[in-house]
Structures are given as C-alpha cells and as structure tokens.
C-alpha cells in the first residue's frame, strides 16, 4: 500500500512538472472561454449562446473551475487570463484529469489485488502494483491529460468505477456513476447499452428497468440547472448536436478512414460515396454497428463483469476505428481498459510475448496520434523529437496497426462467441449497405436528395430538404417547395447566391431537375441556376423571377465526379433571392 | 495480527507530501511566469467576458501610441494554423491567434488593444468576396476599400516585391474624414490566385511593420495522392 502511495505521489509530480505546458490551446481556449460564460451568465445561458458542445455536466466543471479562478485573481485580466501560460487556469483545467489519472491506476490496483471481482486469474495481485505503475506513468496517459489538457480520462474513471460496483454486485451506484461520466464525457455513450443489457443479463429485466429509472434521475439531477430554467431540451441538443459537428472523414485518428484518406482525412469530407451510394459516414456507421453487435453477443452470451470488460474494449475500439468524425483521442478509454487483460495472458510466456509486443506498438501508435495531431496544431507544444512520425508513411502504418490489432482483439475475443453472433454482424453489416443502396441498385435512379451534399453554402439562410427556405424558422414554418403555386415533394429549398456540392464519383450519367423561384419569395426575386460537372459548365438557365413556371434541366453527367448546384442573383444583389432544385433526380 | 498505522509517519509522509507538491507548484507558476507573451482566444460563436478596470493593469500606464521594440529583442517566427504563411516579429509583441479561424488571421495583443480589433496579418479569398477579381489581385486591392463604410478611397497602390520573393502591393486608404493613418500591403500567393495575404500596419512602428512584411514567406505543402476505397 505504501509503495502505491508512493507511485502515485510521483505520478503526481510528473504532472504537476507538466502542467505548464500550453497543451493543445484551442482546447484550452474553449475551456476558458465556456468557463467564463458558465461563471459571469450562468451555465444555462453558456450553452444558448456559444459554440459549447461538451454535455450538461461538464458545464458544471468549467463553472466551478472559473469561480476556484475567481479566489485568486481576476478573468476579467484580459492579457493575464488569456494567455497561452496562464499557469492558475492550467492548474485549475488540468486538475480533474490528473486526479481521475490517479484514480484510474489506483482502480487498477483495486481490481487486480482482489482478481475474484472481476473474474481475473488467482495470481494477478502480484502485477498489481506494476500495473498501476506503468499506467501513472505511461506516455499515452500523462500526455492525454497533463500534457494536452483534455478530459478523457474523466470518462475513463468513471467507467472503471462502473466496473468496481458491478463487480459488487452494486448496480445502482454503478449506473449513477456510468449517467455521471457520459454528463462528463459524451464518449461514454458508446458504454451505455452493453451497460444495461449487463444488468438484464446478470440480475433481472426488473434490476436493468429499475436503473433505468436511476439513470433518468441522475440525468436529472446534473441537469438541475437546466430544469430551473425550463430547459432541460437544452441538454438533450448537446448531445445530439455532435452528430455532424466536424464533417471529415478522421479528425487525425489513425483509423479506417485515415487510411482510406492517404492521410488527408482532415479535408474529405465524410459525405464522399463509397460502395454504390453509401456515404463514407453511413458507412463508418454500419461498420461500427456491426462490430457493436459483437460487443453485445459478448455481454449476453455469458454472465460476469470479465465480460463486459471485454465488450467495453471492443465498443470503444470500433468507436475509435471505423465512424467518420473520430477524433486522435477516441481511442484512450479502451487503450486504458487493455491494462486489466495482461494477468490472462501472464503466465504463458508465448502469449505474454505477443500481447506485450502488441501493446508496446498500440501504445506507440497512440502515442505518436496524439502527438502528431499536437505538432500539426501547435507545432512548438508537441514533442518535436518525435516530429518524424508525422510522415504520411508513419501514419498509414499506424492506422493499419490499429486496424490489425482490432481484428486480432477480436479474433481473441471472437473465442467466447457463437455463430450465431458473427453471422447475425454479418448480415447486420450486408443489410445496411443493401438497404442504403436499395433504389439505386434496383430502379438505377435516386432523388439526388437522397445524397447529403459534401458542402453547402449560400448567402442567407440554410439549405432545406424537401422543404422551402421559409421552413427553416421552425416545425411551425415547415412548407412544401413550390414555384408559381406548382408544388413539389422533393429537392432542396435555397437562397442565392448558393452552391451545392455532391460527389458522384462517377457513378451516375445524367441528371434532370426541375427549377425556379419560390412562391414565397416576394416580386424582387430573381436568380440564374447553373449546373456545374466537375467545374466545368453543364448548364445555364434564364434570368428567372417570381411568377415564371418552374422550368426543367436534363444534364448528362458522364464521368462527373462533383457535381455543383449554384444558384446566383443575376446581378441585381440577393435580396428576396429564394430559389428551389425541385425533384433533382440522378440516372446510373 | 493486523499492525497499527504509525501515526507519526502518516503525519510526516502528509507534511512531507504537501510541502513538495507546493513547491512543485511554485516551481510551474514561475516557469510559466517565464514564457513569452502569446495569447490565444477561442474561434467560433464564444465568450471573452467583460472587461474590468484590471484590464489595463499589466500594461505599461504610459504605453506609447506605437509599438516599438529594442534593436537587439529576439526576432522569432509565426506559422499559420491553417495556411502555410509565415512571418518573424520581435519576441515581445504579443501576438494572438484565434482556433478554427477561416481567415488564419493574428492580431496584435499589446497595450489595452482587443486583439479581435487590431489585426495584423489575415488571409483574403478574393473568390468569396468578389469573384471579378480572381487572377487581378491589383484590381482587388484598387477596390479593396468598398467593403468598408470606414473608408472611402483609394490614394495609392506601389507594386513591390518583399525580400522572400513574395509580389505584393502596397495600399494606402483614405478614411470618411479624408484621413490616411494605415499602410496595408496585400501579397499574392503563388500558384493560387483565389488568395491575399493582408497585413495592416496597425500600431506599429513602420520599421518593425517593414521589417514583418520583408520576412513574410509562402510555404505550399506536399501534394498527396487523391483517396480511394
């Protein structure tokens, strides 16, 4: 017990020695921005009013971590508080992931010493303490939090402490915690379903019903600033606003679509189409799923926390691995949960081996992501010793690494299942892409709104699908588009001057759409559409204004790969410029 | 037989313990103390707070209307976030970039200036602002002064080149009031003529802004093969 203290009184040290490093300061920036709205306007009011996308809980960090700011000096300092070696909001900002850090190894200690809880072999107090060990002072680790300044391990504890109590047969406590950490970090979501079909597996339909109820309790009582204020729809939004928030393919996580990017998933977007007309992001989802559904074979297929540990590691490395969107840092949950499976493979050297090379190569390639995306960033936060990983070369073998070490993983764990399992992910993996490429395979024409465009822009408003530009203020708003009072079920609803962009990838050979002013546009209307393949032009309409009938395009798009809908405002300025691509459909 | 806890050693441990991580915390606020000034505010729809009568407390009471810096401060280098430009600038002007920028633009953080007002170097896409001049950036920045109410002509436009090799123009605006108090200098970027480089002289001193515009560089990245699946 001592020596642990002692490990992790050094941990300790070795992050405190860190926590002057400006880390990843965008991050940092936000931190003391959103913590300055929660503080001076109330949380509540932090997330109407900027761009805060960290669920409801967190808010409540970043508000006491600006009132703890407050006690010592004044954020209102413009130049002390904003800058980059602002050391008290360093302190203060790193703070709940060095302690979460230390708490995880202390977790780890915990559940080796007493093997029985978690189902581990006999002997596995003895790794105890160089496990924790090399956790406090693993570079993935340390640099996660202390060095970056993120709040990854937050989760990570918490989940672990979800462990700890079910091992305890103490499910209420453990669902608190598991609200608790996914009110902290959105990433915990991917936990959430293994976590209550475990307790419908493990104790009762009644056990998983009645923490359902807990769980909606303690989703409330973090929430509570938001139900004084009537908002509680508030908290929701934060949580599914992140659905397309950064619309690549792979936000520097050495992943799948890294790979599939040549390094350049930063600027693709994830609506490019892959196999027919599924896009990259529907895509990610089906491949996610899929492996998902092995995750949940393995929590109901057998009983015991051991299990669920298993699932955990699966779901959050096909978390990291395959959606578009994922971040260099999505990976840190089940990397951190990895360090509990070495007892099994312990006490026989030629599978020690391996499992120990393996790791020692995941921690390497997670290592050089995070510091990568570092250098790329802030290139004089980030390690620059290590610069040289930086190379397309490196990060395609990375991001092929994680792919062999996820299939090996499961192919390990892949042992514990039936075939039942690994055909019903199959055919989970089949269906979506059939089903997804269902109208084109089988009437080789599809309304072009079926795809999501790869950008959109236009000088007023948002686009609008299958409705009019008008609809965007609202359900209350919502109309059918229509030109001079001919309605129409489908297309887009813009605003000059708008450009719309697709990728075809070839894949289609002529298009035909209808076009015109919206009815509800007012007698200053008026637009030119344009139909670009490739960037070169394929059409040009009339000047058109309210009251003309809507008029019709039919373009060939042989060999198009990008297809552009622009819309501009004929040269007399935008106003009153709304305009409708009515029943847009593309021919294979 | 469970063995007592020596109380006297859990004391002196705790003590012990306290005492270090204070020093260690002492010794990380003086290094930061140490670093130079940079300041780095968030992009996007945020929140930088009011600011109090604190605000100008760490700035010199008699700050002159023009930076200046000592002839023998440190010159060091600036790298865009987004756009491969770079530039030197004296060690103690404290600059601030603002994350997920679209414009990449630095401001100038020194006195009780709001950096968000005085920016230094931003990046121009002529194809967003006003297509007709794609390809004619000297025509760009003849007519660059329409975008603003502030201004309301043009005085002169000197074609010149900086000493990296950059083509560039230098501008100078005439305000409302028929006033001409800035320079900005407008650079072409090679090989891309949707883009400007822009910088405005701003509160600095015309040999420290010379000099920034002298060193300012273009860096294109490797091109990468196009992806499949």
New interface residues.
Partial sequence: MVIM?IIL?LG??LR??L??Q?GF??D???W???S??AS??GIVW?TQ???YNYPAGFALVLWLTAKIYRLFA???????????????F??LSKLPSIICDLGIAWGIYYLLRQPQLLGLPKNSSRLALPLAAAFVFHPVVFYDGAWWGQVDSVGVAFVLLVLIFLARSQPTLATIFIISGFMLKLQVIVFLPLFFLYLWRNFSFKTMAKNLAVAALTYLAWSFPFVLKNSLERTFYLIYQNADWFPL?SLRAYNLWWL?????GME?SDKIL??GVTS?KTMGLILFSSFYLLAVGLVLTREGPKNLLLAFILAGLAFFLFPTQSHERYIFPAFCFLFLLLPDYWEKPAKRRWFLLLFFLLSVSVFAGLNSSMLV?Y?ENGIKVFGFLTS?NWEMAFSLFNLVFFFLFLWEVGKNLTLFWKLATLGILVTGVLLTNLEYLVKKEISLTKLKPISATQDYGTLQVNRNLNSMFGPKSWSFLSVNYFFYRQGFGTHANSQIVFDLDKKFRRLETDFGVDTAASQRASVVFEIYGDGKLLFRSQKMTKGDLPRHADVSLEGVKTLLLAVNDAGDGITEDHANWLEPRIYR | MEEKPDLKKITLGLVLGTGLIAVFIWAGWTYSQKQGLKITLPGGTTYTGQQSSGFTTDNPPTAPQRFTAPSDDKWVTYQGKTYPYSFSYPETLSLASFPNDPLDAVGIAWGNLNPQFNILLNIENIQEIDPQYVGNTEAFVRNWWRRFSGLKDVLSVDKFTNAQGLKGYKAVYVNLVGQTPNLDVFFEVPNNPNLVIHLANGILDPLIFNRIVDSVRWNPPTPTPTPTL
């Fill in positions: 203290v009184f300790l040290v405190l020695l926590v002057p400006p300061e965008a940092i920036a936000y003391k921005s959103w300055l709205a001076d306007k932090l009013n900027t761009n004044d954020p209102a300092n413009y130049q002390q508080y904003w800058q980059t070696s602002n050391y008290l360093l302190l393919l599939v990017a040549g390094g350049k693709i892959t196999l990259a960033n290139p397309k």
